[in-house]
């Protein structure tokens, strides 16, 4: 990036994983961090940056090129409204976005009357192991790809203080595992296979403190008859020093060989009747979240702001995980497959 680039940055939300999006910020080149935005502005005030408790006047304030929205979904649609009516034209949104799909589109048609552009904070696709597996797909190093799986495992749903130390709204939520967890796997699986053909879902609840489900299995069929299997379980652990870095384990299993991830971010190919694995990525080492993926993220879209890449996860595009993620409750509920448009 240019040493005479500055892009005026903004935050709303200053809860507890927006320190990772601040501090991805601050060390960012050609990024100025303008506000910070909380209803309860001692949290804004410990950013260390300017600190608000009024979106509207920090926005008209400050005037920054680029807002990121840090809040829980049922924040996203009065903020984003607030922001465009200050016309702010470039936005990152946590996710899940919005509260469900009809709001979601509402709010992207607004966006786009607007001449805005609003980037889901879809951040797992831009974690390091899954960057480096979509490269050994690409050049074929399984053969033919018939099967993926991904196993969650984060162990942290257990008993009644479940979240409470970390994102304690967690437990108030009516659909958790699907809307807030597995919607990074129904986007990665997107991102590493194309968009599923048909969904079919089994889900519970297994901690009765809280309000959703914490535990199922979501089988995705996709196209040349690969198959993919999200079984999710937030009760149980795997084995790994930080059960947040990669939330489980995972194998990509084609006609020549298999790819494995490991808790600790290491990627491994093993070739087809063969026992030991070549490395593909080494272990994590990085000290934050998810081997990085925030300011991975962070800096594709300002690269994007820039005019340098083409955007992942516009809000319109990210509309297909929210569709997606609907028919897998619809499953749930009717147990039943359920087809999905190609597009």
């Not at 300017?50 to 009024?54: K, Q």
């Not at 939330?247 to 971010?265: C, K, Q, R, V, W």
């Given at each position: 990036?240019?040493?005479?680039?500055n892009?005026k940055?903004a935050c709303?939300?200053?809860?507890y994983f927006?320190?990772?999006h601040?501090?991805s910020?601050?060390?960012?080149?050609?990024?100025?961090p303008?506000?910070?935005?909380?209803?309860?502005i001692?949290?804004?005030q410990?950013?260390?940056w300017?600190?608000?408790?009024?979106l509207a006047k920090m926005?008209?304030e400050?005037k920054p090129?680029?807002?990121?929205?840090?809040?829980?979904?049922?924040?996203?649609?009065?903020?984003?409204?607030?922001a465009?009516?200050q016309?702010?034209?470039w936005?990152?949104c946590?996710?899940?976005?919005?509260n469900?799909?009809?709001?979601?589109?509402?709010i992207?048609a607004?966006?786009?009357?607007?001449?805005a552009?609003?980037?889901?904070?879809?951040?797992?696709?831009f974690q390091?192991w899954?960057?480096a597996?979509?490269?050994a797909?690409?050049v074929?190093?399984v053969?033919?790809?018939?099967?993926?799986?991904?196993?969650?495992r984060?162990?942290?749903?257990?008993g009644?203080?479940a979240y409470l130390d970390?994102?304690?709204?967690?437990q108030?939520m009516?659909?958790?595992l699907?809307?807030?967890?597995?919607?990074?796997?129904?986007?990665?699986?997107?991102?590493?296979?194309g968009?599923p053909?048909?969904?079919y879902?089994?889900?519970r609840?297994?901690n009765p403190?809280?309000?959703?489900e914490?535990s199922?299995?979501?089988?995705?069929?996709?196209?040349?008859?690969v198959?993919?299997l999200?079984?999710?379980?937030?009760?149980l652990?795997?084995?790994?020093?930080?059960?947040?870095r990669?939330?489980?384990?995972?194998?990509?299993?084609?006609?020549?060989?298999?790819?494995?991830?490991?808790?600790?971010?290491r990627v491994?190919?093993?070739?087809?009747g063969?026992?030991?694995?070549?490395?593909?990525?080494?272990?994590?080492?990085?000290?934050?979240?998810?081997?990085?993926?925030?300011?991975?993220?962070?800096?594709?879209a300002?690269s994007?702001f820039?005019?340098k890449?083409?955007?992942?996860n516009?809000?319109?595009?990210?509309?297909?995980?929210?569709?997606?993620?609907?028919a897998?409750?619809?499953s749930a509920?009717t147990?039943?497959?359920i087809?999905?448009?190609?597009?």
């Open positions: 990036m240019s040493e005479d680039v892009i940055v709303i939300g200053a809860g927006s320190q990772f601040y501090g910020w601050e060390r960012m080149e050609g990024v100025t303008v506000g910070s935005c909380n209803r309860d001692a949290k804004a410990a950013t260390g300017d600190a608000y408790d009024d926005l008209s400050q090129d680029l807002l990121d929205v840090i809040l829980p979904p049922v924040a996203h649609a009065e903020t984003i409204r607030v465009l009516a016309g702010v034209k936005m990152i946590q996710k899940p976005f919005c469900d799909l009809e709001e979601a589109r509402a992207v607004e966006a786009d009357a607007a001449g552009t609003i980037i889901v904070h879809e951040n797992f696709r390091p899954y960057r597996i979509k490269s797909l690409n074929g190093l053969g033919t790809l018939q099967q993926v799986t991904f196993r969650l984060p162990g942290d749903g257990q009644p203080e970390r994102q304690p709204y967690f108030q009516g659909r958790f699907v809307h807030e967890t597995a919607v990074h796997w129904v986007d990665t699986f997107r991102y590493l296979l968009n053909t048909a969904i879902a089994d889900l609840k297994m403190v809280i309000a959703g914490d199922g299995y979501i089988l995705f069929d996709h196209a040349d008859g198959r993919a999200f079984d999710g379980n937030r009760h652990d795997h084995a790994a020093d930080n059960h947040r990669t939330m489980g384990e995972a194998l990509f299993e084609g006609t020549e060989g298999t790819i494995s991830l490991y808790g600790d971010g491994g190919l093993r070739k087809f063969e026992i030991d694995e070549v490395a593909l990525l080494a272990p994590d080492t990085w000290d934050g979240f998810g081997g990085d993926c925030v300011h991975a993220l962070q800096s594709h300002v994007g820039l005019g890449v083409p955007l992942e516009v809000a319109r595009d990210y509309l297909k995980v929210i569709e997606i993620e609907e897998i409750y619809r509920e147990g039943q497959k087809a999905l448009e190609a597009n």
